[in-house]
Every structure is written in C-alpha cells, then in structure tokens.
C-alpha cells in the first residue's frame, strides 16, 4: 500500500460519492444564501479589487503554512512512536488538504491524512498524533480568538462564551478520557476491540508524558495560524475592508472554527456566512467580508490540488510507509 492509496480507495468508493453528492448540494445551497445576502453586483465588484499579485502572495503564505503545520504533526506522531521521514509527513498532509475539498468540514481530510501513514498495528499511534494534532489547533485558534477580543474591548458575551467553550473542551476533554483509560479494564473487551484500545491508551499516554513536544506544537500552530490571520487581514485590506488586527483576531479563528461543523465541503459557505457575520458586527459590509472568504477559499483550492497531485504523483517513489522504529526518529 502507497501512502496515497487511502486517498484513492476513499474516492473510488461509491457510498461516499453518494454523501460527497449530498454535500455539494449543502454546499452549493450555502453559498446562494450567501451570496445572495451579499448582493451578487457587490460581490463581483469586490473580488475584482484584489490584485493577483496580493493573492499569489496569500498562496504562497498558505503553502508555506500547511508544510509547517506537517512537520508539526510529525513532531507528535513522534512522541508516540510513530516515525515518519519528513517528505512522508508533507506527502500524507498533502493527501490530507486534496480530501478537504471532497470531504465534511475542515476535519475530513484528517482521516485521509492518517491514513496515508497508517499500516499493519501502527494505526493506534497515528491516530493518537493526529487526534492531538487537530485539538492542538484547536486550541491555538481558541486563544488567538481570546487575544482579539482582549485587544478590541469592548466584545459581545457570546464571543467569550464560545471562545471559552472550545478551550475548555480542548483541555478537560482529554484529560478526562485520559484519565477514564488509565482505569478502564481494557482487557475485558473483546480480543481484537481490546487490542486497539490498549494501543491508543499507551500511545495517550506516551504522548501524555512528553509535555515539551505538545508545548512546542502548540507554539508552532500560534505561529502557523497567527500567519494565517495576517494572511487574511492583507487580502482583506486589498479588497478595501477597514477592520483592525485585533478584529481579525478575533473573527477570523472563529469562523474557522465555525467551519469544522461537518455542514458543507471543507467548511466552504459555513465560513463566509459565519465570517459576514463576524465582521459585520464590526461595521464591515457583508459582500466585502464574503469576497475576502471566497478568495481565501479559491487559494485553498489551489494549495489543496496542487498538495494532492504532488502526494499521488511521488507516492510511487516511496513505498515506505511509517513504523516503529522506521525513518528518522527525531521527536
């Protein structure tokens, strides 16, 4: 098995081109009410403000970002024993972002993306790493959020509300799953059941016990994510949308977290209409706010095709796959 073959087993499958068919038509439902909300003469003439180069830019940013965020991952799949060598991680998160434009909200390229690395008892630890890897940017995006609103006082209840339910999920959820295995007897599932739930409870807590690789995640995702923020404040700076840092800030990763809801295609239509919300209540005009998305969305595209074609393209050059013990083993 290459490491894209998930990929490919996952689109030749019929049962989820049915449910891919049902989500481009949410999808697509979405972004009319969107764009009709935007006014669709307002939404042209604000697309047409933002210059190619500035939108090259925001690709380019993008891709540099995701290549960050892979070594990231491959940083914690480490700490749990599942070793991968750099062009492995960067080929697999690259499957990753591909399955995104197909697949429920911003979580479903995860799967694929595990899966491109998973092979023979070594699912458990890979799981685990990325299990991790998602609520630590969950949590990154959570504090970003908590940041803008410090900085833009005075901000609605329900903004802190939300901010503080998703830290609060990110960190005592785990800890308390952690804690329920540490005790659970395992052993008394059935065979193969109690297999891979032993597994993930060994790889938990190997990753438990390395603190350091999680708070350097954690500090690479601020970084990865903050950039992300920058990215969008510019883009929608040059489509003319006067909003502060701080704003963004504090919009930006909630509509992004807004967009993990398995509603639509890779969160599109979700983000823009949870985004003109966001910033409207900051004065900016709702066709601004959708344009701004949209172009965020299409550099998405872009980054996630092109990952997607590279991942296919060398997987034939590596067979690979990770393992214990196998590759470079730098945590």
Same mark, same amino acid.
């Given at each position: ?9 996952? %689109?030749?499958? !019929? ?6 068919? %049902? ?85 479903? *390229? ?85 297999? &891979? ?55 930006? !990763? ?10 639509? $295609? ?8 949870? %985004? ?14 959708? *344009? ?13 095709? &092109?990952?997607?074609?590279?991942? $296919?393209?060398?997987?034939?050059? /590596? ?8 590759? /470079?083993?730098?945590?």
């Amino acid at each position: 098995m290459t490491p894209a073959s998930p990929l490919r087993q996952a %689109l030749a499958r !019929p049962k989820p081109w049915r449910a891919f068919a %049902l989500r481009s038509a949410m999808t697509l439902g979405a972004l009319a009410v969107v764009v009709a909300i935007a006014s669709p003469s307002a939404l042209l003439d604000a697309l047409g403000r933002a210059p190619l180069t500035v939108w090259l830019a925001t690709a380019g940013g993008l891709a540099a970002g995701h290549a960050v965020a892979a070594m990231k991952w491959r940083q914690l799949l480490g700490a749990v024993g599942a070793h991968c060598t750099p062009l492995q991680a960067l080929r697999a998160h690259g499957a990753g972002l591909f399955a995104n434009l197909l697949l429920p909200s911003l979580v479903g *390229g995860d799967i694929v993306r595990a899966a491109a690395l998973t092979r023979g008892g070594h699912a458990a630890a890979v799981a685990t790493g990325s299990i991790a890897d998602r609520l630590i940017d969950t949590l990154a995006l959570a504090l970003l959020a908590a940041l803008g609103a410090i900085v833009i006082q005075p901000v609605r209840t329900w903004h802190w509300l939300a901010i503080a339910g998703v830290a609060a999920s990110v960190l005592v959820g785990p800890a308390i799953a952690l804690r329920l295995l540490r005790g659970a007897p395992l052993a008394r599932l059935p065979p193969r059941l109690a297999e &891979l739930a032993i597994r993930l409870r060994d790889a938990a807590l190997r990753l438990a016990e390395a603190p350091g690789t999680a708070a350097a995640a954690l500090g690479l995702s601020l970084a990865v994510q903050l950039a992300f923020v920058w990215l969008n404040a510019r883009l929608g700076s040059a489509l003319g949308i006067q909003a502060s840092f701080g704003v963004w800030l504090l919009c930006w !990763p909630l509509a992004k977290l807004v967009a993990l809801l398995p509603i639509s $295609l890779g969160g599109l239509g979700v983000r823009e209409a949870a %985004l003109a919300g966001l910033l409207g209540g900051f004065g900016v005009p709702a066709a601004l706010a959708v *344009g701004q998305s949209l172009l965020w969305q299409v550099a998405l595209i872009a980054v996630g095709s &092109l990952a997607g074609a590279l991942a $296919l393209v060398t997987a034939t050059g /590596d067979r690979t796959a990770a393992s214990p013990g196998n590759g /470079d083993t730098t945590h």
